[in-house]
C-alpha cells in the first residue's frame, strides 16, 4: 500500500516516515501544513517535485529524511532513566504492611556479618534463603543467572511478594545496614530496584555520576526506586542508632514490557 495524507492512520508504528516521527508537528491544524522541528532541519527546505513550493514543509507524510527518530518507539527503564542514577517509579507503597509480613523471616538475618536474606530464590536451592545473597560469583559458578531468583521463598508475605511481582523484581532479599556501616565501593551486573522500609536522613546511597564525581541520594520509605548500580557506588548508614533495612533486587532495564 502507498501511503500519504488521506490514510496516515493506516500507517504501522514500525513504518519510518515522518508520521512516526518524533520532530513532526502540525501547524495549529491538519491543513495549515506540517514542519519539522529537528534543530538540523530549522533552514532547510524540501521541495516536493511538481508541487508549489509551502513553507514549511516537510519530505511527506509518508516519506523521511536522514534524521528520522519514530516517536512510537518502546520505551526501555534503561532508556528513561538515561543518565539520572535513580529514578521514582512508585510512591504508594505501605510499608507498614511489609514490616508486618517480613516478621516471618525471623531475625537472624540480622545478625553481624550476615545482614541479608533472600525473599525470591532459585529452583532448587528454596531451602537455602542465603543463597544469592552475596556476591554474583556464586551465583554463576553454581551455574545460576539472576534471573533464575523468581520463586517467593516466604508465600505468607502475600502483598510483598505481589508488590515484588508487578515490578517485575527477581533476586530480591532484604538488605539490612546497621549504623555507622557502609557499603564497600562497588558496581553490579545489573540494575536494583530499592524499596526503603527503615532507615533515617543520615543513610544514603553514594553514586557516581557522568562525570565521575561522587553524589548523595536519598530515597524514603514509601516510594520505589530504579537505582543505576551498574556504575560505582555504595550505600551509608551514618545514623548512630537507626538501622537502615530495604528490599533490594534486580529487574530487566532493557525489557519493552517493563
Known amino acids: 500500500m502507498e501511503y500519504n495524507l488521506h490514510n496516515r492512520n493506516q500507517i504501522p508504528d514500525d513504518y519510518e516516515c515522518c508520521y512516526n516521527c518524533e520532530f513532526m508537528s502540525w501547524m495549529v491544524a491538519i491543513g495549515q501544513g506540517a514542519r519539522c522541528g529537528n534543530e538540523k532541519n530549522r533552514y532547510r527546505v524540501f521541495r516536493p517535485e511538481g508541487k508549489k513550493l509551502k513553507i514549511p514543509v516537510i519530505p511527506g507524510v509518508a516519506k523521511k529524511c536522514e534524521h528520522f527518530s519514530n516517536i512510537r518507539r518502546k520505551m526501555t527503564l534503561r532508556t528513561d532513566i538515561g543518565n539520572e542514577r535513580t529514578m521514582p517509579l512508585r510512591h504508594d507503597v505501605?510499608?507498614?504492611?511489609i514490616l508486618e509480613e517480613i516478621k516471618v523471616v525471623g531475625e537472624d538475618w540480622k545478625t553481624e556479618g550476615i545482614c541479608q536474606i533472600m525473599i525470591q530464590g532459585a529452583e532448587g536451592k528454596e531451602d537455602d534463603v542465603y543463597f544469592g545473597s552475596r556476591?554474583?560469583?556464586?551465583?554463576?559458578e553454581a551455574g545460576y543467572s539472576e534471573q533464575d531468583f523468581i520463586i517467593p521463598l516466604f508465600p505468607k508475605m502475600i502483598y510483598t511478594n505481589n508488590l515484588l511481582k508487578e515490578l517485575k523484581m527477581y533476586r530480591s532479599r532484604l538488605m539490612l545496614l546497621k549504623p555507622k556501616s557502609c557499603l564497600?565501593?562497588?558496581?553490579?551486573?545489573?540494575?536494583?530496584i530499592h524499596i526503603p522500609l527503615c532507615g533515617d536522613t543520615d543513610s544514603f546511597h553514594l553514586i557516581e555520576n557522568i562525570e565521575g564525581t561522587k553524589e548523595v541520594y536519598h530515597i524514603y520509605?514509601?516510594?520505589v526506586h530504579?537505582?543505576?548500580?551498574?556504575v560505582y557506588h555504595s550505600g551509608i548508614n551514618l545514623s548512630r542508632k537507626v538501622d537502615r533495612i530495604h528490599i533490594v533486587g534486580c529487574v530487566n532495564v532493557d525489557d519493552e514490557n517493563n
Open 94 to 97: 505501605d510499608v507498614d504492611k
Open 135 to 140: 556476591e554474583f560469583k556464586e551465583i554463576a
Open 184 to 192: 564497600s565501593w562497588h558496581h553490579d551486573p545489573s540494575m536494583r
Open 221 to 223: 520509605p514509601g516510594e
Open 226 to 230: 530504579l537505582m543505576n548500580t551498574e
